[in-house]
């Protein structure tokens, strides 16, 4: 005797084994499967965390490290970029808007809270770094400091004298973020902070190492995105600052320094002739030409190139005071 043949496959089905051809389809079990015809329900949309960086104050404009210290306002360039932030921004769909508890940032966000009508809400986790002893200190003099380079090189082992370490920076602001893009579900939401916390929190979302964060920008007033979604972090833009209105010149001596600050010293285009040079291999003389055009007019002369101003300024970090 040959066992019975499965009428589904044609092959032998085990004895004893149950006909499920014989089944009634009231018994086979339900599926979430949507029926034919039907529309797939819609996609979640990113959770969208806009961080923004404060405008500038005094304390950016003359180089003095300013970290916590309180009653630092924006000065009339800062105040002008908060309005552009406003303005930027003010058809977007935001949900809510935060800002470090510091003056410069309440008062970048005020503008954009209230064009939204949205309460301004504190958020002590977002705040600048602690920088201890460096608190207040001119940038000049603190680049003489050994320490210094370590900032540069290997941040992610440096701690300001008596104050925050790096990673403690990195980690209060990523619980931070983490804890609103959850709150915040598929919404969209602006945070005001701080040049070195944006940038430790970014470097984090896109995987980037602590270490190689300084090669990340954020300067006064500039936008940057992630965005959130169940399945991974993405940067959307970073450094936005094409709303950002050029300085206020008040007086003919102001324009004058401005623009002596695009034509770098004597040393600083020796220095980049000399790095273009040896990158080219050619003698240092036969760049002098094309690398000084590079500084002062970039090429489309249209202003510096930034390639060109970070040779001339190697070794030199890239932050500003506040």
Known sequence: MTAPESEATGLPRPAGAPNNTDAPTDALPATDAPASGEPKPAPQPPTRILLIRH????????GLLAGRT???HLNEDGQAQAASVAERLGGEKIAAVYSSPLERCQETATPLAERLGLELRLLEDVKETDCGEWTGQALEELRKAETWQQVQISPSGFRFPNGESMLEIQARMVTAL???????????IAVFSHSDPIKLAVAYFIGMPLDLFQRLDVSPASISELDFTPLRVRLVRLNDC?????????DTKEEEKMADNVLKSEEEKQAARQLSAEAEGAPAGAAKGAVEEQVIRGPHGAGPEPEAIQAADDGKMKTTGG
């Not at 405008?55 to 003359?62: H, L």
């Not at 983490?178 to 969209?188: A, F, K, N, P, S």
């Not at 094409?242 to 008040?250: L, N, S």
Request: no cysteine; net charge positive; proline share 13%.
């Open 55 to 62: 405008g500038i104050n005094d304390y950016v404009k003359k």
């Open 70 to 72: 309180p009653g630092v």
């Open 242 to 250: 094409a709303h950002v209105p050029p300085p206020i010149v008040t």
């Open 178 to 188: 983490d804890r609103l893009q959850r709150e915040h579900t598929g919404q969209t």
